[in-house]
């Protein structure tokens, strides 16, 4: 990698420095736990004293009853060390920004307080030096050592850098990975992503579907920028357009919509340039269409997979953007009701 893209990605990385909140994921993590049982979480872009993923899996690792968590930070994180200065012989006051992993097998009540919590953790992390390495390199997902850890883990749960969602994605299905992941819900249209949507290989989680806002802490040295707020000296940013990505089964996703329209040809315009119709609302999809039909992105979020096929996305026979009447909706994911009913 050239310089010049090495501090680019540098940029980036600090950038996409997004801490999602505990309430966030506690929402969301709730409906995964009989996944849990008896495996190996890795947690590959998380500074283990600032990440919210961490703690809810250091809190919960009797809970789910899991074999490890292993947690690691890169290099470049502008709060590690910031939360618990650690001893690793350096004997200046400012906290150095190294690159390190956790790796917790077990969490008991270390300090005998009559309960297991984080202060538990902090324990450990502080007296048992075989919980807490140095790695070689910076931490990047896509180094060496750090794709070892991969290798060892079964899931993957984490936020990983908004810029190279692509790339985090294409490791986590080369290597064959369990996943539950956040991202910007743009990142469906990626020629690089809906394809896997399609396959159903990877789908939207339970508790985020694009919609509102989500807040996430981020660092002081963040660029100012709209749609910032502090509170209690903190710094939060909103992202209204993300959600959770995995392949992990769960309820919803086997949720039926419930439909109650019936097709009328003067409300449901064909388009131009395919044999489908256009669809403005998820619950107007109607009930009884055999035909192929296109809906908005939200649908991803009440898409089960028995009852409806996704057919393609966007492009119309010409390859050009679906429109009707001469002008294009936004984008549209064609798909086909598997059992459509009689009026």
């Not at 140095?134 to 794709?147: H, P, Q, T, Y």
């Not at 290989?201 to 985020?208: A, C, K």
Request: some cysteine.
């Amino acid at each position: 990698m050239a310089k010049h893209e090495s501090l680019t990605t540098a940029k980036d990385v600090r950038q996409d420095e997004f801490y999602t909140l505990l309430d966030d994921i506690s929402n969301e993590l709730k409906y995964y736990k009989q996944h849990f049982q008896g495996k190996v979480v890795l947690c590959n872009c998380d500074d283990p004293y600032e990440s919210n993923f961490f703690k809810y899996f250091a809190l919960n690792f009797n809970q789910l009853g899991l074999k490890k968590l292993i947690a690691t930070c890169y290099d470049g994180s502008p709060v590690l060390g910031n939360e618990l200065l650690l001893d690793f012989g350096d004997t200046t006051d400012e906290p150095k920004k190294i690159a390190y992993k956790v790796e917790i097998s077990e969490v008991k009540d270390y300090n005998n307080d009559g309960a297991v919590n984080l202060a538990d953790v902090k324990y450990l992390m502080q007296n048992d030096r075989n919980v807490i390495s140095i790695l070689k390199g910076n931490g990047d997902f896509r180094s060496a050592e750090c794709v070892e850890l991969l290798k060892e883990a079964d899931i993957v749960v984490t936020n990983p850098p908004f810029s190279l969602f692509r790339e985090y994605v294409a490791q986590l299905m080369a290597y064959k990975k369990k996943f539950l992941i956040i991202g910007n819900m743009n990142a469906i249209t990626y020629k690089e992503i809906f394809p896997l949507i399609k396959n159903n290989e990877l789908w939207l989680g339970v508790t985020r579907h694009g919609t509102g806002s989500m807040w996430f802490k981020i660092p002081d040295s963040f660029p100012q920028k709209s749609g910032q707020k502090i509170e209690n000296g903190i710094r939060y940013q909103t992202i209204g357009s993300t959600t959770w990505f995995t392949n992990l089964d769960h309820s919803l996703r086997h949720e039926e919509i419930v439909l109650y329209k019936e097709y009328n040809p003067d409300e449901y315009p064909k388009y131009d340039n395919y044999d489908a119709i256009n669809v403005n609302k998820v619950t107007e999809i109607p009930i009884d269409y055999k035909g192929c039909i296109g809906v908005p992105i939200t649908f991803l979020g009440s898409y089960n997979p028995d009852q409806f096929e996704i057919i393609k996305f966007r492009k119309g026979d010409d390859d050009k953007d679906l429109t009707v009447n001469g002008k294009s909706p936004y984008f549209r994911i064609l798909i086909r009701n598997k059992k459509p009913q009689k009026p």
